[in-house]
């Protein structure tokens, strides 16, 4: 009886009344910032304004990942760091700058070394290029009376012959080893460019190898002693045509044959 008047009392009464539970505070840290350089300093993307060398700068963060930038006064080296911060307390985040500018003034420094070292060798090639064209250029004027250039055919020959008896693979080899007049580029004509310079009308005293005077029929004047290589198949693949100037004949000879016979070598000219 007792216990059911307690208990409609406590429906008299109403409901119980329990506290709001309050938000806890958040919890919060301080950074301290340091910079090596002069600087201008950024937390999470935003600017703090300037950090003298050496010195620091504080500010008040949440607990959480923070991404603090630093740009050298020049505004040419940056660098970046992320830290968390786990705790309430102070967090100490060393920006260095100077490691960073030392980089880029290296990479600077290296790409003008590169630059000067280029234009040392370009010079140089230059220079290596200018004395050979020189040289090249002397070794013509010296040379100029030792060959004579056809106006009609632009065909550049030696003004004589080699003047000794050999026989076509000595000729041609002759005429390949040639350097004149700064060329290397010389070989054994062939049969129809021999008979191109062949005039009769031209006589030019000379000799035959034997020493016997002779009337040669050849432009430019050149200086022949006997019967000259060509570089054309004779009559058999072991036989080369030669040519006459004396009297402007042809004749199949064999290679192996030597007995007067020359290497007047031809080049095409420029």
């Not at 999470?44 to 950090?51: M, P, Q, V, Y």
């Not at 041609?172 to 290397?184: E, F, H, I, K």
């Not at 004047?221 to 060509?230: E, P």
Request: charged residues 25%.
């Amino acid at each position: 009886m007792v216990a059911a008047c307690a208990a409609m009392a406590q429906q008299d009464e109403g409901p119980i009344l329990r506290p709001k539970p309050q938000p806890k505070p958040a919890v919060s840290a301080t950074l301290l910032v340091m910079c090596d350089l002069a600087c201008i300093w950024k937390l999470d993307g935003k600017e703090l304004g300037r950090i003298a060398a050496g010195d620091s700068a504080t500010a008040k963060i949440k607990l959480g990942e923070h991404v603090v930038v630093a740009t050298s006064e020049d505004g040419l080296d940056k660098v970046q760091q992320i830290t968390e911060v786990k705790a309430a307390g102070q967090k100490v985040v060393n920006l260095e700058l100077q490691p960073v500018r030392d980089a880029r003034l290296n990479a600077e420094q290296q790409a003008r070394d590169k630059i000067a070292q280029q234009e040392r060798d370009k010079a140089a090639q230059e220079a290596r290029d200018k004395a050979v064209q020189e040289a090249q250029e002397k070794a013509a004027l010296a040379d100029a009376g030792k060959i004579w250039k056809d106006p009609a055919t632009r065909l550049m020959w030696t003004k004589k012959d080699n003047g000794n008896d050999m026989n076509w693979q000595k000729a041609r080899n002759y005429c390949r080893n040639l350097r004149l007049a700064g060329y290397s580029d010389w070989r054994l004509p062939s049969i129809d460019e021999l008979s191109d310079i062949y005039d009769p009308r031209a006589d030019v005293v000379g000799v035959m190898g034997s020493g016997s005077t002779t009337i040669w029929h050849v432009k430019g004047n050149l200086q022949l002693s006997g019967w000259q290589w060509s570089n054309t198949q004779g009559n058999v693949s072991w036989e080369a045509w030669l040519f006459l100037f004396a009297n402007g004949e042809r004749y199949s000879s064999p290679l192996l044959g030597s007995g007067l016979d020359r290497a007047l070598c031809v080049r095409r000219s420029e």
